[in-house]
């Protein structure tokens, strides 16, 4: 069996294990267990490609499998990975893990939850191993079905409205990127759906290219907040369960930029140079909306609900300014984003479920009485306003700097636009530390309050650990990523 298929087999294993289980405490084993089989597999197998690479490995692809499904439409289970998808393997492991101890008291229906929660996080797992069109559609699909039921069962507030929205904008952007991939694989000749074989034809008619890269952008995009079409994105996370936001926040959304990078922008790259300006346009519109929509807000959830909105915007910005080093800071921003979204999230949930409420109005004084939490979340604030020594700065960075490497005066003022989003973050950032953590406490309710347990101590310390790691020490990270995009980045090159 192929090493990248324990993704999958390992999930699955968890699945039988939670059905059989009967009591709380051997649901939780089984999660634990399998969570952390995922972060050591993982980390092995960052070890294993770093270890490929400096071996001198030439390959785009390592530790590749193919297995034909149905060889009529030429669908095949094709697995194999380069720095890229090894570091989205790393950061899901991460958050599956935290998220596990996020929800260690979770009721009711604990068992289902984790049911769902596992399936939602094979698919995560398959996609980012899949190198076969309809293998990772698949895979795809079976990531966003499951967040139905985990919103509109375990969430709170409008959750069946929040549910029911998110389920049918992404089901819609599912339906342009069917036909997209469709499209693609009868326009590069019907012959292959394999990724990699389809790039090296690079046969596919520009007329044709103009109308799929559009549609597959989309379709992606819808999942990666693009505007106008991110308006699920604030209530899903509003209403869904901590470790659900913390998934969905910090690994879901990356799937609409990877594949957007991965897809769209590596299979139709005359329609990317020629359709591109387009979506920079929306792109720079959500960076700099998203960032002013978190201002506004008096919801804890809405406010990073909105920042993911800005930061994810970010991403697609970056990888459509078709260079090395912004295509680079795309991926960072996709880990760094992941790990301070999925931070805040917890943070967020273990604060609300102390108060009860996520009002800012109704928030204060809370260092004084939650110490640890309020410490973590000052940390959280930092690295999303791109402190420097933290993961925000190093991936905000070589975005920026990526970006006015195009020496246009379309692109560079796209860039300047999309830099003014660095200041609004830090004045929403600065002013939710100051209103809810200092001060007096006049609720006498909440100085009754307990901090954080060990479970969630546990599990904000790793994620912070994460943060600070890639901040200070970035360059493994970025070497391995920058290696990975440049042959995606030289088919767009004129």
Known sequence: MNFLSLFVLIPLLMLGGLYLAKSIKAIRGVMVAGSTALMILSVVLTFLYLGERQAGATAEMLFRADTVWYAPLHIAYSVGVDGISVAMLLLSAVIVFTGTFASWKLQPLTKEYFLWFTLLSMGVFGFFISIDLFTMFMFYE??????????????????????????????????????????????????TMNILEIAQLHNIPFAQQCIWFPLTFLGFGVLGALFPFHTWSPDGHASAPTAVSMLHAGVLMKLG??????????????????????????????????????????????????????????????????????????????????????LFFALIGMIYGRTHTRDVRELNGLMKVMPFLSVCYVIAGLANLGLPGLSGFVAEMTIFVGSFQNFDVFHRTLTIIACSSIVITAVYILRLVGKILYGTCTNKHHLALTDATWDERFAVICLIICVAGLGMAPFWVSHMIGESVLPVVSHLIP
Request: hydrophobic share 55%.
């Open 142 to 191: 079976i990531a966003l079905i499951p967040m139905y039921l985990l919103i509109g069962v375990w969430g709170s507030g409008r959750k069946e409205y929040a549910a029911m929205k998110l389920t049918l904008m992404l089901m819609g952007g599912s339906a342009f990127l069917l036909i997209g991939i469709l499209g693609i694989f009868f326009g590069a000749g019907g012959t």
């Open 257 to 342: 930029g990877y594949g957007c990078f991965r897809i769209a922008m590596y299979l139709m790259p005359e329609a990317a140079n020629e359709l591109g300006w387009i979506f920079l346009i929306l792109t720079g519109i959500s960076v700099v909306y998203g960032a002013f929509s978190a201002c506004v807000q008096t919801d804890l959830k809405y406010i990073n609900a909105y920042s993911s909105v800005s930061h994810c915007g970010l991403v697609l910005f970056a990888i459509l300014m078709m260079n090395q080093t912004a295509a680079t800071g795309a991926v960072l921003q996709m880990l760094s984003h992941g790990l301070m979204t999925a």
